[in-house]
């Protein structure tokens, strides 16, 4: 009888794809071949795409609520009855105030913890933490630290970092305060990088999104009358460990308008644009056709007007169904249920 273990190696891998992440965990610890297995780049990638290519209609995301993870899945039958499934918390003992992804990664900002961060594969199993080399004490759950978590690709390996960096905070005490650090999770080090942004600014607290190993974040030109509107964006290099050239946006911002990023299948990067203003609030999505080093080119994806008043979807973060054309997120402050939103006013929560 053929044991799975004469088989050839490309057939193993299609086989223990197909088997759940839960029950991964524990199927690794029964044969060292296929804990060496699974840690490949080949099956990671082979079992991520798997995850992906779910029934017509259904969307699968970890969505954060009221501190926690949780795994969600929306089921879009048709444009009147979507079906929205808390399947699971995914943290146990630990709050989590923000959350950002990259390559199957999660770095989790602990919500009552100001000293480190971890790092979780829910994949694998494992969690690391990072000690911070400094910090400063949290004040009203307000964090003026951003974050970013990337890689810089060595062919046949990634080397994955952590960027951390405060832009002039001013403290009463201290006075002006930047500085922005790197850790390197091959060395567990952490480097202090050479960087004086002189016409960007990246505001206190502002959320990046990781695409291909590098994190954008919305931007400003900086020393101008409107420097704390949000017109651009920017890309850390994770490779060069530096920033880009400003990146223009689609649109004009104003006081009353926020503007949050999201990325698409690790493809594309989308923009959000709520308009808060009197009346009927209004939001619009634009999707990158193009994105490089010095140009980006944008098409506008949806626009829906919320004839409530109150925001669908926040500034933290959202999600977008390109084929089914609707966007998706979880609004915190009001309802705080996980919305739907699509074109011709179809609005779902």
Known sequence: MTKISDLPIILVEEILSRVSLRNMIADRSTCKDWDTLSKSRSFSKMHIDRLRAVREGESVMVAMIDYNLYLMKVVLVDNENPVIERKGKLNTQIKISNVFHCDGLLLCVLKDDATKVVVWNPYRGQTR????????????????????????????????????????????????????????????????????????????????????????????????????????????????ESFGPLLRLPFDTGDSEYVTLSCVREEKLAVLLTHNEAGPMEFEIWITTKIEAKKVLWSKFLRVEEPDGYPLITCKSFFIDEEKKVAMGFEEEYSKTFNIAGEAGYLKN
Do not use: M
């Open 129 to 240: 933490s990072i000690e911070f080399r400094y910090y400063t004490h949290r004040s009203y759950r307000w964090d003026r630290f951003s974050y970013a978590l990337g890689y810089e690709d060595k062919g046949s390996c990634r080397s994955y970092k952590f960027l951390r960096f405060i832009d002039q905070y001013d403290d009463a005490s201290k006075g002006q305060f930047s500085c922005y650090e790197i850790y390197d999770f091959d060395s567990s080090l952490w480097k202090t990088l050479d960087i004086t942004p002189q016409y960007w600014r990246i505001l206190c607290n502002q959320l990046g999104v990781s695409l291909k190993g590098n994190t954008y974040w919305p931007a400003s030109q900086r020393n101008t009358e409107d420097d704390y509107l949000n017109d651009h964006i920017i890309c850390f290099d994770f490779t060069s």
